[in-house]
């Protein structure tokens, strides 16, 4: 029997990915945002493409804001956009 993949929508282009292939943002349980690479992080997660276009749009349209419903820091979006830049 095939072991079934879950599949997590990214916030930038609103597409169903294998969830090993997106990057995960997570909100704490003491609303702090982190970048979980491991993606076993507890708390609340948004997935985004580990593309440039994926990205801008989320920024732009803050999709990311809309997915935790609150504000996020503009640290989260420069980390974010600097391992998304760096791997291509």
């Known amino acids: 029997m095939n072991k079934k993949i ?3 929508m990214c916030v930038g282009c609103q597409t169903m990915h294998n969830k090993r292939e997106l990057l995960r943002i997570v909100k704490t349980p003491e609303n702090k945002f982190l970048i ?3 993606g ?3 708390g609340r997660g948004a997935y985004i493409c580990n593309d440039k276009e994926c990205f801008s749009k989320a920024y ?3 999709r ?3 997915s935790f ?3 996020i820091s503009q640290d989260i979006y420069d980390d974010l956009q600097s391992r998304i830049f760096s791997n291509e």
């Open 36 to 38: 979980d690479t491991s």
């Open 64 to 66: 990311l804001e809309k």
């Open 6 to 8: 879950p599949q997590r």
């Open 60 to 62: 732009k349209e803050k």
């Open 69 to 71: 419903k609150m504000q």
């Open 40 to 42: 076993k992080k507890a």
